[in-house]
């Protein structure tokens, strides 16, 4: 098994960083590796951290504010990524990755392409965070740590009730809430509590929103007209999907966003009967079982209708068996 503490001792320099647009899994996973480490070799060897534009319901991490935005031109010894699944989803530090010494990949996505010297993915894990969990002296784990690795779980299991959440993961939630964290606290700031404008922005997404395949299938559009209109950026948009998703009837939700000139990001839940990892996968992108995206190309009505296309092969082939 790769021996992660083993590579860092063995380090002048290294770097962390997680995808590009961050979610809770992916800071969380970050930042506790980052506090771990920094309680634990006492900034001997030089350790950054690198995450582009961090989820404001996210940001009371500690050390957040020391996450570097933009790239650096140092080729560091060890580079570890969290939460990538392919080298292409680094955005910004893709070159620092390719220019390090010895490169790490953790990660919890079937679709890992398993892109780096060092790959340690596990599938059937809830998130990157409780796989990183593994990697840790559990008694050397104090309150900033857990506090990181707590969130990204509740953000991966959508507060414990996807079907990702083993014995396992609980049981490590339980460890981790044995440092003193407040699990209240944690969920409330960083996963329910929305400002009134990302109220308004679901309350028109559920406003505007279709059923597709005999109401199997929610659809949701967001344009880049109505992301100007209320001043939002995308992680605005977080919490949205999984609203969608628990609409009565329904197999699988699709939220849009518009990035550009027929250039969609999109991003797909499931309750159970779909695998939208697998047509994520088909144009592009991935993810896990019930729950992945994936950018797509060409008009809306394309969009909707490929991705209706590959749901209603899904849930077809799973009546007839």
């Known amino acids: 098994m790769l021996n992660l503490l083993e590579l860092v001792r063995k380090a002048g320099s290294v770097a962390i960083a997680g995808h590009r647009r961050p979610d809770g899994d992916c800071v ?28 404001e319901s996210v940001s009371f991490l500690k050390n957040a504010e020391k996450a570097f935005g933009k790239a650096a031109e140092q080729a ?11 080298i292409d989803r680094l955005g910004f530090t893709e070159a620092m990755f390719q220019r390090a010494a010895v490169t790490v990949n ?10 780096a010297q060092y790959n340690h993915v596990e599938p059937e894990a809830s998130s990157t965070c409780e796989v990183l969990y593994g ?21 991966d299991t959508g507060v414990f009730k996807h079907s990702n959440t083993s014995k396992k993961t609980m049981e490590i939630a339980g460890a981790l809430l044995e440092t ?20 308004q922005i679901l309350g028109r997404c559920l406003l505007e929103s279709i059923l597709l395949l005999d109401g199997k299938v929610i659809f949701s559009f967001v344009s880049q007209k109505i992301m100007q209109l209320y001043g939002a950026v995308p992680s605005d948009l977080d919490g949205i999907i999984d609203q969608l998703r628990v609409t009565e009837g329904v197999e699988a939700a699709i939220l849009v966003r518009e990035e550009g000139a027929q250039c969609y990001k999109v991003s797909m839940r499931s309750n159970g009967k779909v695998d939208v ?5 088909m144009f592009g992108g991935g993810g896990h079982k019930m729950a992945a995206g994936c950018t797509m190309n060409g ?10 296309l590959q749901i209603e092969h899904q849930i077809t082939s799973y009546t007839e068996q």
């Open 299 to 308: 008009s809306i009505h394309d969009v909707a209708n490929n991705l209706s």
């Open 106 to 115: 953790i990660d919890h996505h079937i679709s890992n392409t398993k892109f």
């Open 76 to 86: 560091y010894d060890l580079f570890i990524t969290l939460d990538c699944g392919s």
């Open 135 to 155: 990697f840790l002296e559990k008694e050397k784990i104090e309150e900033a740590t857990a506090e990181c690795l707590y969130l990204g779980i509740v953000h």
């Open 28 to 55: 969380g996973a970050c930042l506790g590796l980052y506090n771990y480490l920094i309680r634990e070799t006492g900034g001997n060897p030089q350790i950054d951290v690198y995450l582009e534009d961090i989820p």
């Open 180 to 199: 003193g964290i407040s699990s209240s606290k944690i969920i409330d700031d960083s996963f329910f509590r929305k400002t009134y404008l990302q109220n």
């Open 277 to 281: 990892s697998k047509i994520c996968c």
